[in-house]
Every structure is written in structure tokens, then in C-alpha cells.
């Protein structure tokens, strides 16, 4: 009787329920449409940017479309170099160095070279420029959850790897039962901060000049770029408005309910008894159609992967360690890309001196003074952020009812192009009396502060309740919960969010240092605007040098105070089962 009686006072779903869920998917259809039909589309030496409202919609869905298909490649990117780094010893000796150089390369040292190349790649159409363009984007995503991943594999505990090998799991179990659960807070997180990375250059990346000529493709991005050209402040306007409804929507609709899906895997000793759940989450549970859908997936994953092997029960006292035998066909691909990636670099290498050599000993000298002053912005917008996001980023990741309130903004600030709106940030610099000088430091923080904030966020989300309970047993408080604690706990997160925020940061100087207001051009002496200008040029002599010293400069601050760092925190702050 009580079953029956449940079951006939549940509401039951209603039928604009299942025509909402129907019209979503046929506008990803049309949307996805759209997209490959711009793609097909011939190659354009001048693209005309309308700058009215109604174009912005269609605008608005391409920039989104690159952003997630870059976004798309740089989570399969992350799974697969994060976990090779991880379990292969002899990888993990370049991969890792690897992450570094490319993490240090500004956009503009991929884009002349990748653009010239897809587009002779594809003459006859525009997906060599869409390529370029997503490609850019990727190089904005990607270092950030790759190294967040890697971090995340090297701290779970090992007895949760033991019992793994108890129950027979293979790679895929292990991977889906134990590593992608103990790290999807971080990289949920770090996703989130990744994805505004890739926002942060879209004016670039969607607008590129080289030389006299102009590469642009359709977008959010160019039709800010344009506006600020023109000088268009009602364009400009719209533009930011399209940018905020964007991040917003995508925010409420895809990352807000990934997050709250991810508590769950909580590293507890008790759980909280309360399966928590978004409103879209509560809204998609009442549709039939979306649990016939899910019914349907988890029949054919449970085809496609079979069910792990029964616990053996002789396990010894063996430690629970990677493979490290491939078999023979592993060997033979290894070796192969070991030579392709070897012949690849040599070329590079050649091509590389051949640039290099005809850069005069004053531009040497030049490229090293813009680099210490440089640096000295680096370090302030990295210093000046740790400040506010660490105690922020804490009483975040304890309070998610205060997470769930304060998501909203802060993803939406996080993720908004900060270059957008640089113009009106440098003329409210200019009213004080300032100047561009020390006035790229706020405008590089907008871009890398939120590395940080997301990276110990995540950490502070993550600590286990039962250890906030023992702090609150023992009446740890004040400065001394601080640093007996807090820090601690959040330490591996916060060298996390140093190391790609200082990445980060030295990216940004390329636009924080190069800005151009009302058709005026303001510029510092810094890398950042040397890298801009002899990209604007068409220098490729000196805009290889420049970034050549950049890649240098960011990889010995990586290796040799980074890391470092980042050992201490896996050694000494790490929760273990």
C-alpha cells in the first residue's frame, strides 16, 4: 500500500517538459548546421563585420562553437598526455619539460606560423582559418588542465589503486572508478578557469593581422575588434552584453550542475547521506525522454565495457605500482613517435636558427630589457592576486551554498575577455594620471588571477569533512588554523594555480601591454608589446627571438622554483585513505 500510494501522489511529467528537451536538441542540430556551413564556406580575403544587434546572435554561436570544439580536443588531450606522463616513466621525462615550452609560448608565436600553414593546407575554403582560430583557442585551455590532471593522478591515495588491482580493473576501470572520480573536482574547476583562457585571446585569435594582411573570421571576438576600431562605443556595449548572456548561459547550464555532480566524489570517511542536485539536474530527472536516453547509454557502456574481473582474494603485500613493460606493438609505436616527434623538432630547430641568426645584437639587448620589465609586472600580478584569492578561494570551496550563490558572478568575471573591455579600463587609468606602464599590471591580472582562485577553490572543496570536524575538535582558529591547516590543505592546489597563472601572465602581456583605444595605440616597454608590434610588422626574425626568450624565461622559473614547490606540496599536504 505505501509503495502504491508513493507512486500515485509522484508528479508525473509534464508534456512541455519533452517539447523544451525536443526544441534543445533541434537547435544544437540547426546550431551545428550553422557552424559546418561557415565552415564550407570559400576562403575570404576581407570579411565585413556587421556591427547591428541582430548579427550578434550568429556571432555569438560561432565564437561559442570554437570555444567548445577547443575545448572538446583539450579534455582529450589532458586524459591522454596527463595519464601517459603519469604511468610511463621514460614519457614523463620529456612530456612534462614539453608542457612547460609549449606553456610558454605566447599565442602569437603559434598563430603567424599555424595560420599561414592551414590556410595554404586549405585554399579553397574556410576551414583552414576556423582551424587556426580553434587551435588558438586550445593553446589557451590546455597547459591549465593538463597539469591540474597530472596532479590530481599523482594524489590518489594508493590503497584506492590497491583495491583497484583487488577487484580486477583494467585501465578503463581505473580510470572511470577511481581517477576520473578522485580528480573531477579539480578538473571540473580548472575547466571552468581553462575555458575563460581561451575567451581571453578570442579578439585575437578571431581578428589577426599579419603584415598588411587581415585574417578574421566571424565572431563575438571581431566584432569587438572591429568596434574598437571604429571607435564604437553602442557596438562595444552590445558586445559585452552577448559575451555576458553567453557565459552565463553556459554557466547555468553545463558547468553549475557538472559541479554539484562532482561533490559527490568527495574524499570522505563519511558521507553526508544527501545526494546533492542542481535545478537543471531536478528539472531533466521529471522528462521521460532524458531517462529513456540515459537508460539507453547505460546499456550500451555496459556492452561496450565489461564488468571487471571478481576480487582475488591472494593479494600479498605487493605495493601497487604503474606498468612499466609495454608490450612489443607499444614499443613499436612509442619508438615511432620518439622519431617523428625527433625529425619534427630538428626541423623546428633548423628553421629556428635560420630566423635567429639575422637578429641584430641591439635587438638582443632590447628583447632583454622588455623582459626584465616584463617580469617585474609578472610578479606583481601574480603577488597582488595570491593576495585576494587565497582567503577568497577558501571560504568558497568550505561554503557550497555561499559557492552556489557567489558561481554565477564569479564564473561570469572569470570567463568574460578581459581585452574587451581593456579599452575602457586604460581610459579610466588615464583619467587618474596614470600610465601604461604600471597600468598593465591590474589589466594582466584580470587575465591569471583566476587561475588561482579556481585551482584553491577546488582544494578547499576537496578537503575531507572529517578533517574540518578534527579542526573544530581541537579549536583551531585564527592564524593558527591558517597555517596549520588551511594552508596546507589548499598548498598543492595553490603551486597548481602559481604555475599557470604566471604562464598565464606572461601571455597576457602581449595584449595588457599592446592596447589600442579610439584608433590611438598604447603601448609599454615590455616582451608582451615587442612580441605585438613585430607580429603587427610582419618581423618574424624578432618575433621569433622575443618568444624564444619567453619560452626560456617561463620554463627556468618552471623548473627551478615551480616544481620544486609543487614537490614539497605532493610530499607534505597531500590526504591520503
Known amino acids: ?47 565585413d563585420i556587421d556591427l547591428s544587434v541582430w548579427a550578434l546572435p550568429k556571432y555569438a554561436l560561432f565564437s561559442l562553437a570554437r570555444g567548445w570544439i577547443a575545448y572538446f580536443f583539450s579534455l582529450l588531450f589532458t586524459l591522454l598526455v596527463a595519464s601517459w606522463a603519469f604511468y610511463d616513466e621514460r614519457a614523463r621525462r620529456y612530456v612534462l619539460p614539453a608542457l612547460d615550452v609549449l606553456q610558454s609560448i605566447p599565442v602569437l608565436g603559434f598563430l603567424p606560423a599555424l595560420v599561414l600553414a592551414l590556410v595554404a593546407l586549405f585554399p579553397h575554403s574556410n576551414a583552414g582559418l576556423e ?51 578522485f580528480g573531477a573536482q579539480g578538473l571540473l574547476y580548472n575547466s571552468m578557469v581553462s575555458m575563460a583562457g581561451g575567451w581571453f585571446f578570442l579578439s585575437i585569435t578571431e581578428a589577426f593581422k599579419l603584415g598588411d594582411q587581415d585574417f578574421r573570421v566571424p565572431g563575438i571576438g571581431s566584432y569587438m575588434s572591429v568596434a574598437t576600431d571604429r571607435g564604437d562605443v553602442h557596438a562595444q556595449f552590445l558586445g559585452v552584453i552577448a559575451m555576458g548572456v553567453v557565459i552565463l548561459t553556459v554557466d547555468r547550464l553545463v558547468w553549475w550542475p557538472l559541479v554539484v555532480w562532482s561533490r559527490k566524489f568527495k574524499l570522505d570517511d563519511f558521507g553526508s547521506g544527501v545526494t546533492e542536485q542542481s535545478g537543471l539536474q531536478r ?11 540515459v ?28 606498468p612499466t613493460a609495454p608490450n612489443r606493438l607499444r614499443q613499436v609505436i612509442y619508438r615511432l613517435f620518439v622519431v ?92 587618474v594620471g596614470g600610465s601604461l606602464q604600471w597600468g598593465a599590471v591590474p589589466l594582466i591580472m584580470m587575465g591569471t588571477q583566476w587561475y588561482i582562485l579556481f585551482n584553491v577553490a577546488a582544494s578547499a572543496a576537496a578537503i575531507p569533512n572529517d578533517m574540518v570536524s578534527c579542526s573544530d575538535i581541537l579549536r583551531l582558529a585564527g592564524w593558527t588554523r591558517w597555517r596549520k591547516f588551511l594552508l596546507p590543505a589548499v598548498f598543492p592546489g595553490l603551486v ?14 602581449i595584449v595588457s601591454e599592446y592596447v589600442q583605444v579610439g584608433g590611438k595605440l598604447y603601448a609599454a616597454t615590455g616582451l608582451g608589446a615587442l612580441i605585438s608590434r613585430a607580429s603587427n610588422d610582419g618581423s618574424f626574425p624578432k618575433l621569433a627571438a622575443a618568444v624564444l626568450v619567453m619560452a626560456v624565461v617561463v620554463v627556468g622559473i618552471n623548473r627551478l622554483l615551480w616544481r620544486r614547490l609543487q614537490t614539497v606540496a605532493n610530499d607534505r599536504c597531500r590526504f591520503l585513505a
Open 496 to 509: 597548481t594555480g602559481w604555475i599557470t597563472a604566471a604562464g598565464g601572465a606572461w601571455n597576457a602581456t
Open 340 to 431: 617523428v616527434l625527433v625529425a619534427g623538432l630538428a626541423w623546428g630547430a633548423v628553421r629556428l636558427v635560420m630566423l635567429l641568426i639575422v637578429v641584430k645584437p641591439g635587438d638582443w639587448g632590447e628583447i632583454l630589457y622588455c623582459t626584465a620589465l616584463s617580469f617585474l609586472r609578472v610578479l606583481a600580478a601574480v603577488g597582488l592576486g595570491t593576495l585576494w584569492t587565497v582567503p577568497v578561494g577558501i571560504w568558497i570551496g568550505l561554503n557550497p551554498r555561499l559557492s552556489s550563490r557567489l558561481q554565477p558572478f564569479i564564473q561570469f568575471v572569470a570567463s568574460f575577455p578581459a581585452p574587451m573591455i581593456y579599452p575602457w579600463i586604460l581610459t579610466l587609468v588615464l583619467l
Open 131 to 181: 582551424l587556426a582560430c580553434v587551435l588558438s583557442i586550445f593553446t589557451g585551455q590546455v597547459w591549465n588542465m593538463a597539469f591540474s590532471y597530472y596532479d590530481s593522478l599523482r594524489g590518489v591515495p594508493p590503497d584506492y589503486r590497491m583495491l583497484g588491482r583487488l577487484y580486477g580493473f583494467n585501465w578503463w576501470h581505473r580510470f572511470w572508478k577511481i581517477e576520473l572520480p
Open 1 to 47: 500500500m505505501i509503495t502504491r500510494h508513493s507512486s500515485s501522489v509522484q508528479e508525473r511529467p509534464k508534456l512541455w517538459f519533452e517539447a523544451v528537451i525536443i526544441l534543445g536538441l533541434g537547435a544544437l542540430v540547426l546550431g551545428g548546421a550553422q557552424v559546418a556551413s561557415e565552415w564550407r564556406q570559400p576562403l575570404r580575403q576581407t570579411v
Open 295 to 322: 537508460q539507453f547509454f547505460g546499456r550500451m557502456f555496459d556492452r561496450l565495457v565489461p564488468p571487471p574481473k571478481p576480487p582475488v582474494l591472494n593479494t600479498g603485500t605487493a605495493a601497487v605500482s604503474a
Open 283 to 293: 528539472w531533466l530527472a521529471r522528462s521521460r525522454a532524458t531517462q529513456a536516453a
